[in-house]
């Protein structure tokens, strides 16, 4: 494996590369490496010769009072993770080398980053765009691997490549989870015991709202409703939000209507933690 943290050296390992016809695909962390990480570099190699892994704590979709100084930079334990899940090039720049002294072009993200992470963090999703697009031209992938877990961020790279005819395929991963469910996370570090064991009922949530859809209900925001008390009588937890949006467009969805795909959002604080999980349903 070949770590590089310049822009420029990165872009012409991929230019030799791709005059080698090699197919590259791209999975981009902000390291602290876990299952997670891994399941989308999986993906990766089974459908690319040549895989890049990007480390890049990304200081634009972090808030004023959000955890950027205090979020998990291992380092050399995510390198070591990557050499051993088989990654060719890890691409580990500066804050300095993405964003250079006087850089002031963003890409602005539409109505799909409005709700849901978008309005609980301003700006956060304009943040996501911006980078994903330098680090898209920077690696110059056949194709980028992303988790399902941070849904919303999905729809809003989707929208993005199509919009701006990025000639890049993008492909999700279901989303990692414990043995508990609690959906796989870097920041799960910060969980007690006992918040952990209560936040494991964002999952038992979704499997709630599972078969209460497979019983035909239609009531999208009552089964949401029933989902957001389950969090609330847990004492470690409080919810964010819970709520069902239809999959194509990520708008709010109160009714279910058949042969639709409809995917149910949570957002949840368990002590000073901030967790996120969703699934996707069929109706």
């Known amino acids: 494996m070949e770590i590089i943290t310049e822009p420029g050296l990165m872009q012409a390992a991929v230019e030799k590369l791709r005059l080698n016809r090699q197919r590259i695909g791209v999975v981009m962390t ?32 972090f808030g004023p009072d959000e955890d950027f100084h205090r979020y998990p930079r291992p380092f050399e334990q995510d390198a070591a993770h990557a050499r051993a899940a088989g990654i060719d090039y890890l691409f580990a720049p500066s804050p300095e080398a993405v964003y250079p002294e006087g850089f002031q072009t963003t890409v602005h993200t539409g109505a799909v980053a409005e709700g849901f992470e978008g309005a609980t963090r301003p700006g956060h999703f304009n943040g996501v765009a911006t980078v994903v697009t330098k680090l898209l031209q920077i690696t110059k992938p056949h194709a980028a691997v992303f988790g399902e877990k941070d849904a919303q961020q999905l729809a809003v790279i989707r929208r993005m490549v199509r919009d701006l005819n990025i000639d ?61 008390m389950m969090i609330e009588r847990e004492p470690e937890c409080r919810p964010d939000y819970v709520s069902f949006v239809d999959d194509r467009s990520f708008m709010p969805a109160e009714t279910a209507e058949p042969g639709r795909e409809y995917r149910l959002l949570i957002a949840a604080w368990a002590g000073a933690v901030r967790l996120i999980d969703n699934s996707l349903f069929k109706t």
């Open 168 to 228: 890049v395929d993008i492909v999700s991963v279901p989303v990692a989870r414990e043995e508990s469910g609690l959906a796989v996370s870097s920041r799960n570090i910060y969980l007690s015991r006992e918040q952990r064991e209560s936040a494991s009922v964002l999952f038992r949530g979704i499997r709630h709202a599972g078969m209460e859809l497979e019983k035909k209900r239609t009531d999208l925001s009552s089964i949401a409703a029933e989902v957001r």
């Open 30 to 61: 902000m390291g602290a490496l876990h299952e997670g990480h891994l399941s989308l570099v999986e993906k990766a190699r089974s459908i690319a010769g040549t895989v890049i892994m990007t480390i890049f704590v990304n200081p634009k979709q």
